[in-house]
């Protein structure tokens, strides 16, 4: 009963790292997303995919890359981290012919 | 993007009726939503409810949609504390690739 599994859960970085969080769903969805959520300001949309190969940019993509590899897997890597990128990421994921997305448990990533 | 607009805050006695409140955009959002996050975890559907719906009930939820006025709501009857958490619409317009998120209300419930 995997469903959406995110990992870290938690992660401190240094200014100027890079890192990856990584998503991997068992349902063989379609669709992935990569969310954010800062406080007050709800959800806001990084990246997302429709299918292994293809990815697109969400309302927030600057300072962020993801590949997808295959349809199980939606990493999303942060080159040079900044204080900025401070935030809870969410993975979520949707089956093509469904019509609600199904979110991870979240990962806590702070920059200093 | 689209604007989904929610109040930040509401805090209800244990046990009386929380509405908790949405605009959005998007008039040709085909399902709006309703999503719960309790502390310290991701997203959990609650409800959602067609378009062409003005209403949908499903035990203690109440889900009411005005079309016209774009408006969305949420009423949970007799509140309780475990209902204490962050309540996100969303809309999903087109039935396209993206989905729409507000802010998020935080539901306190007192006992």
């Known amino acids: 009963n995997a469903g959406v599994t995110q990992t870290p859960k938690f992660r401190i970085l240094k200014i100027g790292q890079s890192m990856t969080l990584q998503c991997t769903q068992d349902m063989n969805h379609n669709y992935m997303y990569w969310y954010r959520q800062d406080p007050g300001m709800g959800l806001k949309l990084i990246y997302y995919s429709v299918g292994a190969g293809i990815t697109d940019k969400g309302e927030v993509p600057n300072g962020y890359n993801v590949s997808r590899s295959t349809t199980e897997d939606f990493p999303l890597r942060l080159e040079l981290a900044a204080p900025s990128q401070t935030s809870v990421y969410f993975c979520?994921?949707?089956?093509?012919?469904?019509?609600?997305?199904?979110f991870g448990e979240g990962s806590w990533l702070t920059v200093v | 993007g689209e604007d989904v607009e929610q109040s930040l805050f509401l805090s209800v006695r244990e046990g009386d009726s929380s509405v908790i409140n949405c605009t959005y955009t998007?008039?040709?959002?085909?399902?709006l939503y309703w999503y719960k996050q309790e502390p310290g975890a991701g997203l959990q559907l609650l409800t959602y409810?067609?378009?062409?719906?003005d209403m949908k009930q499903d035990q203690r939820l109440t889900v009411l949609l005005n079309k016209k006025d774009k408006h969305l709501s949420l009423r949970i009857a007799d509140t309780q504390t475990g209902d204490s958490a962050i309540y996100f619409c969303?809309?999903?317009?087109?039935?396209?690739?993206?989905?729409?998120f507000g802010t998020g209300t935080s539901l306190t419930v007192i006992p």
């Open positions: 969303a809309e999903n317009p087109n039935t396209g690739n993206q989905f729409y």
């Open positions: 998007d008039s040709s959002s085909t399902y």
């Open positions: 409810i067609f378009s062409n719906m």
């Open positions: 979520a994921s949707r089956p093509q012919s469904g019509n609600t997305i199904y």
